[in-house]
């Protein structure tokens, strides 16, 4: 099966970088995501980016794939206390039926 | 746009009882997945459909089952409720279900047995 992994817990300073790490296994993964889960919500989508891609910039996100190393990343610049949630990083887009396959979430927690 | 609508938010049941949960997906969206979320497993698929149809299963027993209506809504079953049923049950849609076919879920419906 496949196996998304992520390390459990970030605290960041308000105003710093926040870089939430990912790596998987499937190396036919075509676009991976991240997610942000804040208390009391489902799943809001963050970004994505495809798996030809090395990196993506969407404002204060900025997504980095090392396909070779599976290895995903995440970074919010200029972190602030409305950050801190749970971040997601989703493996999909393999096949139809629409399978995701979830990290098991890092909680952010960004000091004021 | 409405986004994914999921009801009910709560549910408390008891064991051995059976509970539906019901969700409508984002207008124009023809796939609906389930997920289970627990503090010790994560995010776990249930399963997938699309036109009236299931087309992925994750591994969960019979006691889960779902279907889908022509208007894509979808409901999900869980007869003979366990204490480890106890979990968020997340809901999201998705345009075609296929390649680059991001989810949108919903914010959940919570249930409790005991």
């Known amino acids: 099966g496949e196996d998304v992994e992520q390390s459990l817990f970030l605290s960041v300073r308000e105003g710093d970088s926040s870089v939430i790490n990912c790596t998987y296994t499937?190396?036919?993964?075509?676009?991976l995501y991240w997610y942000k889960q804040e208390p009391g919500a489902g799943l809001q989508l963050l970004t994505y980016?495809?798996?030809?891609?090395d990196m993506k910039q969407d404002q204060r996100l900025t997504v980095l794939l090392n396909k070779k190393d599976k290895h995903l990343s995440l970074r919010i610049a200029d972190t602030q206390t409305g950050d801190s949630a749970i971040y997601f990083c989703?493996?999909?887009?393999?096949?139809?039926?629409?399978?995701?396959?979830f990290g098991t979430g890092t909680s952010l927690t960004v000091i004021p | 746009k409405a986004g994914v609508t999921q009801t009910p938010r709560y549910l408390i049941k008891t064991r051995g009882q059976q509970v539906t949960l019901s969700c409508s997906p984002i207008s124009g969206h023809r796939s609906v997945s389930w997920y289970q979320q627990t503090p010790g497993q994560g995010l776990q698929f249930l399963f997938e459909y699309f036109s009236e149809t299931q087309r992925n299963k994750g591994n969960f027993p019979g006691r889960f089952s779902g279907r889908q209506f022509s208007n894509s809504r979808s409901e999900m079953n869980v007869s003979t409720l366990e204490l480890g049923d106890s979990a968020l049950y997340l809901c999201a849609s998705s345009l075609e279900g296929g390649l680059h076919s991001p989810l949108h879920f919903g914010n959940g419906t919570r249930l409790t047995v005991t």
């Open positions: 989703a493996d999909g887009g393999r096949s139809t039926g629409n399978q995701f396959y």
């Open positions: 980016i495809f798996s030809n891609m």
């Open positions: 499937d190396s036919s993964s075509t676009y």
